[in-house]
Each structure stands twice: as C-alpha cells, then as structure tokens.
C-alpha cells in the first residue's frame, strides 16, 4: 500500500484554542470538504491521539468512491 504525507500551513484568525478544538474533532472533515466529495465518515474511534487512523470515503475522479485512512503521528495539543 502506498504512504503518503501531506502537511499544509495555512493562517486562520481565531484563537489557538478554537482552531485546535475545531480540528481535534475528525467528525469535522466533512465540514471542510467540498460537498462534490460526498465525504462519508467511516471511523467509530474519535478519540483524537498519536496512532489514531481515521477512516473515511469521498468521490475523487468521476465520481468513483474512494476509500481514504489519515493516521495521527503527531498530536500536539495545541498545536
């Protein structure tokens, strides 16, 4: 299977804390994936932590239903 690292920087105006809590919550990709997605969680785990694997489907190209796993590696409240 192949691995992949994505990282991004991007400023957001909020305080720290409410930015963090905001995406310490993976129930919250849906709220930040483009609809056209149909982002579809799959996870019962949201216990936000080093090792978690969060599991969920969205539509990539035309449509086709993918399934997609991000793995938590570095969790460092509250950054």
């Known amino acids: 299977m ?4 994505i990282q991004a ?11 963090f809590a ?4 993976p129930e919250n990709l849906g709220r930040i994936t483009p609809r056209s997605m149909g982002f579809e969680f799959r996870s019962t785990d949201t216990d936000m932590r080093d ?13 086709i239903p993918t399934g997609w796993r991000s793995l938590i590696t570095e969790y ?3 950054h």
Not at 2 to 5: L, V
Not at 51 to 63: K, M, T
């Open 2 to 5: 192949a691995s992949h690292r």
């Open 9 to 19: 920087t991007l400023l957001v105006d909020r305080p720290l804390d409410e930015v």
């Open 22 to 25: 905001f995406f310490s919550r």
């Open 51 to 63: 090792g978690l694997e969060i599991e969920y489907r969205v539509r990539l190209l035309l449509g």
């Open 76 to 78: 460092d409240p509250p």
